[in-house]
């Protein structure tokens, strides 16, 4: 019995996994946050942007803020054997998508959240609305950046 139980070994496979997975689905987390908000106020009563702003923040952020942590968590660790620019352009990277996120994104959401819910869709509402959308198509296209200097680095894209 002791023959077929093997002891665990270290390798990159779990945290490799880990990160290509948290990066997918915050990249698809912030990909649905925007067409989502794009599409419903294009198209959606004002009752449907208050029902949007309210599933951005809750179960939204909660998804959201867990993946980037995770994906830029997994990454470092990752990268600590690395080097080279693909390594260093994903790290330099990184910080920024967390302060955007952290420092913009977050308090937008906050924000529109509770104004939708009081009904004040009002010039304030629509230029918070504008600094988030852009901040996250930011993010999603450094998000993004860093999918495919991943896959560069993998060996997946040439």
């Not at 980037?68 to 600590?80: D, F, P």
């Amino acid at each position: 019995m002791h023959g077929l139980i093997r002891p665990i070994e270290r390798t990159t496979t779990m945290p490799k996994r880990a990160h290509l997975i948290a990066g997918i689905l915050a990249s698809l987390c912030m990909a649905t946050f925007l067409v989502s908000t794009l599409l419903v106020e294009l198209f959606g009563a004002q009752t449907a942007v208050a029902q949007l702003k309210s599933l951005i923040v809750t179960p939204g952020l909660w998804i959201l803020i867990p993946t980037i942590a995770a994906a830029g968590g997994s990454g470092m660790l990752l990268s600590r054997s690395r080097r080279g620019r693909l390594v260093d352009a994903k790290k330099k990277r990184m910080p920024f998508i967390a302060a955007n996120g952290l420092l913009v994104l977050v308090p937008c959401a906050i924000f529109l959240n509770r104004w939708a819910a009081g009904g004040a869709f009002d010039t304030p509402f629509y230029g918070v609305q504008a600094i988030e959308l852009i901040a996250g198509a930011i993010n999603l296209t450094l998000m993004s950046l860093n999918a495919r200097d991943g896959l560069r680095m993998a060996g997946r894209l040439r």
